[in-house]
């Protein structure tokens, strides 16, 4: 992987577990990288279309307001998504995971440009309980990013401080947070996120 000027956009990790997935595509001219970094920042932004770039078998994301009303739109900071993983979901979150966009940020530097946003678990805007709605306790985060270097445009998830949630007041979630909180440190995130990064990256899904 070529230098990373911008390496200061990750949180750093103190507990728990972590991954990292990268996918990259070199160009022709810096001119076709630029217009492929524009069309690959696009995908990131466009949360609902997630599931489109991944393909079969990912999880469903939807786009909300810090409301938890489902929008149209790219991303903003402050905006929530809800994720509908494959298989159990959570009762605090209405049968999604959710979390909520912290920071949305993007440079440039010499022959290079970045964005990158990262989200932490957060609770279920549309009800009033404060547990956290996720199966990773609300530390965590995950920050996606799409940058160019050059001729080549990167894509790539990075999760830091995953622990199971294991603070819910219900049973049920408690042990499906487990579970599921199990799977993705052991494995689906990294399908999950690998089919991801690879859609933004890819010339033939816009």
């Known amino acids: 992987m070529e230098n990373n000027e911008f390496n200061n956009a990750v949180p750093e ?3 728990g577990a972590k991954t990292d997935t990268s996918a990259s595509i070199k160009l022709d001219t810096d001119e076709e990288a630029s217009n492929h970094y524009r069309i690959a920042k696009n995908k990131l932004l466009n949360i609902s279309r997630w599931h489109m770039y991944a393909g079969t078998g990912t999880a469903d994301f939807q786009l909300t307001d810090n409301d938890g009303n489902a929008v149209s739109r ?3 900071e402050s905006d929530h998504f809800r994720i509908n993983i494959p298989g159990p979901g959570s009762k605090t979150g209405d049968g999604f995971d959710w979390v909520q966009i912290q920071k949305i940020k993007e440079e440039t530097g010499m022959d290079s440009e970045q964005i990158s946003v ?6 279920n805007p549309n009800n009033a309980s404060p547990d956290t709605a996720h199966f990773f306790k609300e530390d965590a985060s995950s920050t996606f990013i799409v940058r160019r270097e050059g001729k080549t445009v990167f894509a790539e998830v990075h999760g830091r401080n995953e622990q199971p949630n294991t603070e ?3 049973l049920i979630d408690k042990v499906r947070n487990v579970v599921v909180a ?3 440190m052991f494995g689906f995130s990294k399908v999950q996120w690998k089919s991801l990064v ?4 890819d010339q033939k899904i816009t």
């Open 13 to 15: 990790q103190t507990k």
């Open 198 to 201: 690879e859609g933004f990256v």
């Open 168 to 170: 819910a007041e219900s």
């Open 74 to 76: 790219l991303a903003q």
């Open 182 to 184: 199990a799977g993705a």
């Open 118 to 123: 990262i989200v932490q678990p957060a609770t």
